[in-house]
Structures are given as structure tokens and as C-alpha cells.
């Protein structure tokens, strides 16, 4: 699929399409129509997730999910607000974000809901409960 | 009767640290757990606290055998936030020091490869000759390991021309002991009774579990970014995708050993076609809000940059999925069933960087804590 | 009085631990620097083997709290004890070994198993996952070459027609060595190859296999016990090698040159290093073997040859 078919597919689940190139393009969605874009994206063929990445932007952390529908990326941005940092997994539709999962919610504190194994994945296991290092608020390894 | 065997953070097999914890049943397999960030930089929170400028060194040193390729990445990252496109001949300079790189990860690879199986001659052979990949580097870099060639907008130093016959020789003595190598990892005895059938990855596995690089195309799935999504001047230049069906550790090694030679293919095609002109673009390093991502095809596969700018000469935020990171997932599934005997084997076969995989967080964990779980099952197990 | 002070010369200086430790350390050495040059690197010097035992002679000794059991303390010693005896028992300067007392091949073979199990003991008591794998990981090595060991030898015991180490010798003396009657053939290769698995050398370097298990049943040891241990190993080699030595190459023979008399020991030293390096280059040209396979290597390809050889001896005349 190149960044047109991408694009077609995925309109009626989120807004906000940027395309950079044939092969890149971002667009934002939300909670509510985020389960449906996964499946119709696991319908059209597409098995690849690249990694999550959260990025914490003052009152909101944005998780983007980097899908590779070879050869083109989408790059999907799912906003949180930070008084409800609640996100249902995709391990179920792409068991590959297991690691990146685990990686989201100890470095940024989203929830991920229904996720196989929350332990933390790259913190000590003595790292303070609710201290969260990529936080904007984040100041320094509490000693 | 189940007892665990610990592999780290301290252990021969591992060459960086990293903990695995085995449940054994003799000499079974029964579960693994992996538990990550013994080599915590907090690289990424770094990124972004530095300028441009200053983030082409510290990627450069997220991991030191593909240091040219996580460069490239970020400066090609950068320059396409900035909207400026390095010339021609800085492409195919960087693509020149990317194939030599992977050229000289493939063989190391080899010799650890060797060296887990207990191949002690292999590895030190293999290692010998990939001093000439070192030297080729050496040559036009002036660094052996650590180039310092990439520079946002082009690259900091020019190939030479008069370098360039000395590098064709140093490729054909390459190839001819890639080539050996190759026979030899497909005929001797002792090399196939331990790799073949052993930590198998269906395709289905490493299509399911997003596995990358080398290791897909191992299990017959033909991803290559290199191909798939060419950048700087991949897309002038031909070569072919190697995979293999198999998606054992033979399979693996064969296909990073056939990538040797395309790989010599791609750095005498590019010196050959090497563009003249200038090798670098000014760039105005005051970058306004936007965000990107790039992909490359380092030597463990795909390697991803996310950056997004706010304006300033800082990026707000650097986001780095090493090939390793996105391999870790289907390791569980390859060593299913195993022996005790395969781990160190099955374990190199997706060659692992945990220097690479392990830059996030902010705060190395102390080595304190890795020591007192250990002890703790130690003691364990005695009882 | 001459007696026991001839014995305790014999067992404490020659053959016995001395000679056999300082010889055994010096082929580790050989070994080590021959495969520096197969694998084109320059090797340490050949006298390196005594500067490292030398060292952990003088390093502190330091037993885990979960293996402080006279076991894990007495295992190296017994296993020296045992190596040393079997040189006692071997005719390293004449056919008539320094122990002359009723001692006859199966004496030997047993004396040969004690290391072994002393290291299976060390490794089992030793408290640590990695030991117990690798004293396991032994026992099955054990039950997969001494079968073929124990076989190559009846084909020569067939052959002489004796059980007595010496007589073996005599009659290579008085008929020519066994190796060169071609009957007894497969069965020196089946030997060479139990050799490399009792040795624990690459292929079959499966009990320490380093990047597997660390150093399988000697990883918690260190210091003067590793020492010990490293000295029962080199002179284990020796004796093996000596052992073969006597069965196929005729054992140490005196010679006279030009009004010289070469002793027999100059004889058995270079036989015996002549095996030592055919096990090195061996070792160097192979990768290891899961134990699984080597279990069936020795049952099928191995034992075949043992078995064949003995056939051979027995029927054919």
C-alpha cells in the first residue's frame, strides 16, 4: 500500500492525515475509534508494528503508533489527557508490541489495559511507584 | 524435577549484560524470562536535551559496531525536518561506510557465532579477517570502529581517489574469504549437526511477533528497508534480498553471510558510480515544529528515528527502536523445546546488541539490584 | 629401607607427581601454543600453563557456603591421588613399570574412571546450577566413551592374549608395534576418539562447555583447589597418552646411538606428545557437539569401529 490506499483506509477512523511521502504519512485518532482502525488495518494485511512511541506534551501524552503497511509507514497519533492516561492494548491484534507496551507505561505512566504482562521491562525493580523518567515533570532518579 | 539456570547479568555467553533466566527440566527448556536495562545510558531523555549538532555524536555512540548507521539515521532524520538534501556523493559515502559496517558486524558475528558453538578457530579466523573491513574503514574514515563521518547535511570528510584501487583490492581479498566462509558454514559437519533444526522461527512467528532484519529473512520473509523504502542512494543501486526458508540458526548465519556479498557487490558498484561534487549542504540548525520518522536497514535490521522539532535548535523529543529491541519479542518462540546446549547458539542468532536495545531509560540500574535477585536465587536453588 | 624410600621416590618424584605434573603442565603449554598457531595468533609461551597454576596456587581459597562438604574439598585430591597411581602403574622408562605389585589393565581402567568422578562429586556438591549441569552433563559422557575405551582395549587384550600391561609391552618388544597390524586399526582410532572425550576436548568438550555452563563442575571452584584440579587434567592427559603409547606404539623403548644410551623416558615423552598433539589438532578443527549427539556418535560410529576390530582380532588370524 503506498500513502494514498493508507490513507483511504483509514479515513473513516481517524482525521488529521499528513502526508509526508509516498512511504510516510501521520494521522490522529482517538480512544473510542482505535480498536476499530486496528482491525481494519489487521483486515487490510497489515501485521508490522514498528514501535510506540509517547510523548508527553504538557496536559496531554501522545502515543504514536508506528505501523508498517509495507512498504509505507503510518504513523498514528492517539492523544491522552493526563487525567486519564488509559489506553486498551493491541497485543491482542499485534502480538509483536508486547515489549513496547511495557516500555509506555514505565516510562510515561499510561495504562495500558488488558496488557499479558505489566511488569516493568527496562526500570530497576526498586524504581519508586509513580515516578515516571520521560515525564516532563520529571526531575532527576529520586535518591 | 525444574531448576533454574541463571545466563547473566555476568555470564561467558554473554558478551554485554543482560539477564535470562532458564527453567530447566534436565536438559529442557521450559520457560525463559528476560529481564532488560542492565546498560541504561538514558539516551533518548539525553537527545533531547542536546543540540542537533551535538545528538550526531551521542547517537553515534548508542552502539558502537552500527555507529554509522544510527548517524545516518539521525542525520537523514534531521535533514528532512529541515528540508535540506544532502548532495549525491555524501549518499553514496554513507552508503559505502553502511555496507562496510555491515560487512564487519556480519563477521563478528560469525566469530561469536563460532565461539558459542565451540569453534574456537572459526572465531579467531573469521575476526582476522575482518581486520580488512577495518582497515577499509580506517581509510577513508581515519577511525577503525568510530567513523565521525556523518555530519547533518552531508558527510565531513571526501573518499580520496587515489584510495579507491586500494579499497577494490581489500574487497576482493574479502570476498575471497567471505566466500570460504560461506562453504564452509554449508558443508562442515560439526557446524551443521549444531545449527540445523535448532531455535527455529516459522515465518508465521516472526511475521506475528514483528521480527526484523536478518532474522525475518531468515524465516523467508523478504523485508528489507534497504529495498522496501530506499533512502540516500540505495534506490540507484542494485542488489538482491537475501532470505532463506529454513528460519533455523544455519539459515541465519547463511543469510548473514550471503549479505556479505552483496554487500561487497553494493560497496564496489558505489565507488564505481561515485557522483562527483561537493559533500555537504549547508543547514540552518533552527528547525520550526514539525515531527518525522525515518527508517534504515541496519546490519540487525530495521532501525526507526522519530524527532520532533519545537523550534528551537533542541529536539523536543528523540524516539529510538533499535533492530534488537524489535527482535526480543520472538525469542520466547525460538527457544521452545530447546536444550540447555542451544541457548548460547539460538541466543547470538538474532545477535543481540543490548547496548543498543537497552538506551532508554534515565538512570542506569544499579548493579546492586542485579546482584541481590541473583543471590537470592542462588540460595534458592541450593535447598 | 632402600624399598621405601625407592617408593617414595617413585610416587612423589619419578614418574610420580612431579615428573608427571611438570611434563603434563608442559604439554598443556605445547598445546595451548600449537593452537594459538592453527587459529594464526601468536599463543602464549609454552611455559605459560606454570606460571597460571603457579598463580592460583597463591590466590585465596574461597569455598561457597553451599558447598562446604568434604566432598567438594577431598574431590581434587582423590583425583590426583588416582592419576598419579595410574603413572606408578605405566612402563614409562622401560617395559617394567615403577610399581611392580599385581596390577593389571583393569586396575588401570579404574584408576582412569576416578578423576572422573571425582569431578562428577566436586560438581554435584558444589551447591550451583551450573556444577550440577555439568557433572550430569559427565556422567552421560562417561557412559558414552568408556564403553568404547573399555572396548578398543579387549581387542588388543585379544591380540596379546594377556592382561598384564607389560606383557603387552614385551611382546610389541619381541613381534613389532600393534599399530602396525592392520586389524588393530579401527580400534587405535576408537581409542583416540574415547581419548578426546575423556579428555574433554573439543568436539566433546560438553561437561565445560564455557559459553553453555561456565566451566561446568569446576565453576565454584578457584584458587589452590583449581590449581589441583588443573594438574590432575594435564597429567591425565599424559597418562592417557601414555597409555595409548604402550598399548599401540610399543611403549618406551631404550635405544643405543653412537655408543649413547637413550633412556627409555626420552621414547615415552615423544610418543606421548606425538598423541597429545593429533588430540590438539583434533580439538581445533571442530566445533562442539550438543551431548545428545555425542552420545550417539560414540554408540554408533565409534563403538562400530571398537567392535569391528575386535572382530577382526578374533577371526581373522
Known sequence: MDSKEVSELIKEYAGDVRIVNNRCLFATSDKQRFRALLRALRVAGVTHISTITGIDVGNVVEVIYHFDCWPTMLNLKIPLPKDDLKIPTITDVFPGAVLYERDLMEMLGVKVEGHPDPRRLFLPDDWPEGVYPLRKEFRGAPK | MTFVVPVGPQHPMLKEPEFFRFEVKGEEIVGVDIRLGYAHRGIEEALSRRSYKHNVYLCERICGICNVVHSTTYCQTVEQLAGVEPPERAKYIRAILMELERIHSHLLWLGVAAHQIGFNTLFMLAWRDREYVMDLRELISGGRVHSAMNTIGGVRRDVRSEHVPTMLRGLDKLEQSARYYTDLWGSDRTILARCTNVGVLSKDDAIKFCAVGPLARASDVKVDIRKDDPYGAYGALSFNVITEQEGDVWAKGMVRLREILESIKIVRQALKELPSGPVRTPVELKIPPNETVERTEAPRGELIYYIRSNGTDTPERVRVRTPTYGNFASMKSMFAGGTVAEIPIVMWSIDPCFGCNDRITLVDSHTGKARVVSFDELRRWKK | ?317
Not at chain 3, 167 to 190: E, F, K, T
Request: glycine fraction near 8%; aromatic fraction near 10%; include cysteine.
Open chain 3, 1 to 317: 629401607m632402600m624399598e621405601v624410600l625407592s617408593f617414595f621416590f617413585n610416587s612423589l618424584v619419578f614418574p610420580g607427581l612431579l615428573f608427571a605434573s611438570l611434563i603434563g603442565l608442559l604439554y598443556a603449554g605445547i598445546d595451548r601454543k600449537v593452537t594459538g598457531h592453527m587459529q594464526h595468533r601468536i599463543g602464549p609461551p609454552i611455559w605459560q600453563e606454570y606460571l597460571d597454576v603457579g598463580k592460583l596456587m597463591g590466590k585465596e581459597d574461597i569455598t561457597p557456603s553451599a558447598a562446604q562438604s568434604l566432598v567438594f574439598n577431598v574431590a581434587p585430591l582423590i583425583a590426583l591421588g588416582a592419576v598419579t597411581t595410574v603413572m606408578l602403574l605405566l612402563p614409562v622408562n622401560s617395559a617394567q613399570p615403577a610399581l611392580t605389585a599385581v596390577a593389571d589393565l583393569i586396575v588401570i581402567i579404574y584408576l582412569l574412571n576416578i578423576p572422573a568422578i571425582c569431578l562428577m562429586l566436586g560438581g554435584y556438591s558444589s551447591g550451583g546450577p551450573f556444577g550440577s549441569v555439568g557433572a550430569a552433563r559427565y556422567v552421560v559422557q562417561l557412559f558414552s566413551y568408556e564403553f568404547v575405551f573399555i572396548l578398543a582395549i579387549i581387542a588388543v587384550i585379544a591380540r596379546v592374549g594377556s592382561l598384564d600391561l607389560t606383557a603387552v609391552v614385551g611382546y610389541q618388544a619381541q613381534r613389532g608395534w600393534l599399530i602396525l597390524d592392520l586389524r588393530l586399526i579401527p580400534a587405535l582410532i576408537a581409542m583416540i576418539i574415547s581419548a578426546q572425550g575423556k579428555l574433554m576436548r573439543v568436539p566433546f568438550d560438553i561437561p565445560e562447555a564455557e559459553t553453555e555452563i561456565v566451566h561446568g563442575a569446576l565453576t565454584e571452584y578457584s584458587g589452590p583447589k583449581l590449581a589441583i584440579w588443573r594438574i590432575v587434567y594435564n597429567i591425565e592427559t599424559l597418562v592417557v597418552a601414555g597409555f595409548i603409547a604402550a598399548l599401540f606404539l610399543g611403549g618406551p623403548v631404550a635405544y643405543t646411538i653412537g655408543g649413547f644410551q637413550i633412556p627409555g623416558v626420552a621414547d615415552f615423552l615423544i610418543k606421548t606428545l606425538i598423541i597429545v598433539l593429533i588430540t590438539t589438532i583434533l580439538r581445533n578443527i571442530m566445533a562442539r557437539l550438543r551431548i545428545d549427539q555425542a552420545l550417539k556418535f560414540y554408540w554408533t560410529f565409534a563403538a562400530f569401529l571398537a567392535v569391528l576390530s575386535l572382530m577382526l582380532v578374533l577371526v581373522v588370524p
